[in-house]
């Protein structure tokens, strides 16, 4: 075999990274594994022997749950590996990067940093529940169209985060370089950057992130 | 990060029992600081009493003309309230330019209050630190301190509050409003809210075990010109070097009245009865702002990395008092 041959059947590196940009857009979850709903072990190793259960009864992206769960794990560790719900991903585990952003009841929130005890009751979206279907949600088909991303790690958090300061928007929230607190501030890139600011992206795609959000934010959300 | 066993508190009087009688027992509200803590065990409780579900999430108008803010009115709620956007202008400015959108949908006002330090040395638990450790030594008085006091440290803790709206309750002589684990209410004018490090920098507050924080009342609006300004070292989501909560009335020309809280200058928000006076009736001039500031960290001390703060509460206050006289 020679190089012309085998060389156009080998992805090139832009069709592996657009494969994953993907699969970060749209939250890449495996199915079978969410169907099994809780496991019975615990996935990490706790640093100390769990010495209480608490029982969580939650939606999550509309489908109720019911779930027993050692009272250390947080949100993102129950949407992650006890749902399956791998879209949200585990960045700093701190709340400094942003990658763990959700929505709950409709506001965006780091979920490392919440227990998952905390929100009985609640309604959690992740990016797994953004899209109608087949049918890209506004944001994420923003992103694929101005490119927002590189590695696409932050990508989930990145645009659950835009979806819930959208919201935060239209409410009249304003934000500490709005010039005027009275006012309803207009969604200006400098507003746009301030108010992503809980979202790092290592591969500084900051550029195309804001020009998605901008985007975006024209439509109905 | 430690086990711990797990309830809902139904009640404020239930809530302030379960922690006074389990020893190892701590209030969860938004979480924010105590799970971050809790997963590098600088923070061990055995028991958390989540505190979400009672019902201290109001902000309400008060007889004098007020604002009642509940305990667990969120970060993100108290910052876009018409209220405050209108009246305590300087207390939502200070709100938003703290943390990130998503820590301040989650973060509450008592537990805002009770944020601990961002010591690289409290938060490394291989390191001694008398506020984690009591006893084991203080790491930042030689070691990195380019984040820490320069006013009201000791010698056993030179660590900062880290809070920007505590820095403007402070200006605007906020009060805190308590319950005990007896059911009794207490208020605690928020001069005497936080305490000094002096030799016990783990006591860090006036509260006792079990005592709850149920809402922080803010007397009626001042008159003047609130500003909030923090310099720090990126422009957005992070804490402040310095930063400073002004209110300021003038009147033919002449400063009425000044008011000044600073941040990340002190183990608590900083203002000095002292320092303000002075300006009462004075023509505003940068001469009588750079004595004010003076004043401000008076007795104060560097330590190294963090020298700078001495000269630069000076200029933040001179700044912010000289756009304050000049918008009034």
């Given at each position: 075999m020679n190089e012309s041959e085998w060389r156009p059947r080998r992805p090139t590196r832009r069709q592996i990274l657009e494969t994953a940009a993907a699969l970060a857009v749209l939250g890449y979850t495996r199915p079978s594994f969410a169907a099994e709903g809780n496991p019975a072990t615990p996935p990490l190793p706790p640093t100390d022997l769990a010495i209480a259960d608490v029982p969580v009864r939650l939606t999550v992206n509309g489908t109720a749950q019911n779930l027993t769960l050692d009272t250390r794990t947080t949100l993102l560790d129950m949407l992650r590996e006890h749902l399956g719900l791998t879209g949200s991903k585990k960045g700093c585990d701190h709340g400094q990067c942003g990658a763990c952003t959700v929505l709950v009841d409709g506001r965006r929130i780091n979920?490392?940093?919440?227990?998952?005890?905390?929100?009985?009751?609640d309604s959690v979206t992740t990016i797994e529940g953004l899209a109608d279907g087949d049918r890209l949600h506004p944001l994420q088909a923003a992103f694929v169209e101005h490119d927002?991303?590189?590695?696409?790690?932050c990508t989930p958090g990145q645009i659950c985060s835009a979806a819930g300061m959208l919201n935060e928007h239209k409410a009249g929230w304003p934000s500490v370089v709005t010039e005027d607190l009275a006012a309803h501030a207009e969604l200006s890139d400098p507003e746009i950057r301030e108010r992503m600011s809980g979202n790092i992206c290592r591969c500084s795609a900051y550029p195309n992130i804001v020009a998605a959000i901008r985007d975006a934010a024209g439509e109905t959300l | 990060m430690k086990a711990f066993t797990y309830e809902r508190a139904d009640s404020v009087a239930d809530a302030a029992r379960a922690v006074a009688d389990k020893p190892g027992a701590k209030f969860i509200a938004g979480g924010t600081n105590l799970l971050d803590l809790m997963k590098l065990e600088v923070e061990t409780p055995t028991h958390l009493v989540d505190v979400?579900?009672?019902?201290?999430?109001a902000i309400e108008d008060t007889s004098d003309g007020g604002l009642r803010v509940g305990a667990l009115v969120r970060n993100s709620d108290l910052a876009a309230d018409p209220r405050v956007r209108k009246n305590y202008a300087v207390l939502s400015r200070a709100l938003l330019a703290g943390a990130s959108g998503q820590l301040r949908n989650k973060a509450t006002t008592a537990g805002n209050l009770l944020q601990r330090t961002r010591c690289y040395y409290f938060y490394d638990t291989s390191k001694p630190c008398n506020k984690r450790e009591p006893g084991s030594g203080c790491s930042a008085i030689a070691g990195f301190n380019r984040i820490h006091a320069i006013v009201g440290a000791s010698d056993d803790c030179i660590a900062t509050h880290p809070s920007d709206m505590a820095v403007a309750m402070q200006a605007l002589d906020a009060k805190v409003e308590t319950a005990m684990p007896d059911g009794s209410a207490q208020t605690i004018p928020f001069a005497d809210f936080y305490r000094l490090p002096g030799d016990t920098p783990q006591i860090e507050t006036a509260l006792k075990p079990?005592?709850?924080?149920t809402a922080v009342t803010l007397p009626p609006p001042p008159r003047g010109t609130q500003i909030y300004r923090k310099v720090r070292?990126?422009?957005?989501?992070a804490f402040a070097l310095v930063s400073v909560a002004a209110i300021v009335e003038t009147a033919g020309g002449k400063i009425r009245a000044a008011r000044f809280a600073f941040g990340g200058i002190a183990p608590r928000p900083w203002r000095v009865a002292g320092a303000e006076h002075p300006l009462e009736g004075s023509t505003p001039s940068e001469a009588a702002f750079a004595r004010a500031g003076d004043a401000v960290v008076s007795g104060g001390r560097g330590y190294?990395?963090?020298?700078?703060?001495l000269p630069l509460v000076k200029r933040t206050l001179t700044a912010v008092l000289t756009a304050a006289a000049r918008a009034a």
């Open positions: 979920s490392c940093l919440s227990l998952a005890a905390m929100h009985d009751g927002g991303f590189q590695c696409g790690y | 979400n579900r009672l019902p201290l999430a079990g005592q709850i924080i070292d990126r422009a957005s989501y190294g990395h963090n020298d700078f703060k």
